[in-house]
């Protein structure tokens, strides 16, 4: 990683991030625990992430030749792009009548996704990959990139509906502008799940890519992009100024979203706790499979016994042997 980048980005924890100098693209690689949701940490980080970007943008002054131009958001879990809310969280909030953090909460989620879906307000390109399931917030999150790529084996939808609810942080909004009011409300009322294939013949999804090529299916992305960059960038302006997605209207939605939560029965809290306990499950099953410990080709982690020293690092430092004492960067040490 370049050194500046990797000084401004080393502290996150839930969020790996890597700088592609050849593609001039900052990757953030989805990773929170114990579960594959927006943890607050998660949250944090990724704005974080966002503010930072924009202050390296605002210190260089002139970004005719800016080594960042694409914001590529994928995840280092395998299976799963993001399950969505924290939905743990949600059920204490609401079983405590608690209006101001649930508000918080989602009012955090509508600033990322706002921010994502305007490109930052800078010229650049938001991507987002998904390689497995990407399901309420997580399908919200993906929507918000100006460019959404995804695996054939992908799977995105909104359940929020099986516990009464709806995804209230930006699917509508995002959707409606893409596919219609109708097949939004379709969409999101029905709590169906569709493939990658479904969702790309719909519009939504801007590109396929086969399992275990979508990394690749986003550098060849860039590639072409690149050549039009100008003039892409261009219409990117074009339709935020045509179509804009106003984050007004985000921030009113989402007051409509905690107030319905508030609603929820015990019923409904049961179900959404019976998800929480699947989610857990699952992810024990994956921490424990020799998979996780090599997620993708771009994880940070030595996962591999085979290392050789001297190597040198992203900061352009050599390393003679693994200074690490914890090897699980979301852990202290």
Known sequence: ?????????????????????ESRAIWCYYNPSPRPCFSLTVLD?????????????NSRGDDTDSPVRYLVTASQVPGVFNLGGDLRLFVNLIKAKNH????????RCVKICYLNAVN?????????LVEGMALGGGFESALSSSVLLATENAEMGFPEIRFNLFPGMGAYSLLARIVGMSTAENMISSGKIYSALELYEKGIVSGLAEPGQGYESVRAFIRQHQRSGNGLRALQQVRH?????DYQELVDIVQIWVDAALRLKNKDLRMMERLVTAQEAKAVQ?????????RTTQDRRFAADDISFPLTDWAGDEVTSDRRENHDRRLPG
Do not use: H
């Not at 990797?6 to 502290?11: T, W």
């Not at 100024?241 to 997605?245: D, E, S």
């Not at 994956?286 to 090599?294: M, R, T």
């Open 45 to 57: 980080e990724a704005r974080q992430i966002q503010r930072r970007i924009v202050d390296y943008f």
């Open 241 to 245: 100024r045509y179509n804009p997605v």
């Open 286 to 294: 994956q921490k424990s499979s020799a998979e996780s410990l090599l």
């Open 120 to 128: 930052l307000n800078l010229p650049i390109t938001t991507i987002s």
């Open 100 to 107: 101001s953090k649930l508000l918080d909460y989602a009012e």
């Open 1 to 21: 990683m370049n050194s500046e980048f990797y000084k401004i980005f080393k502290d996150c924890r839930e969020i790996a991030v890597r700088y592609d100098a």
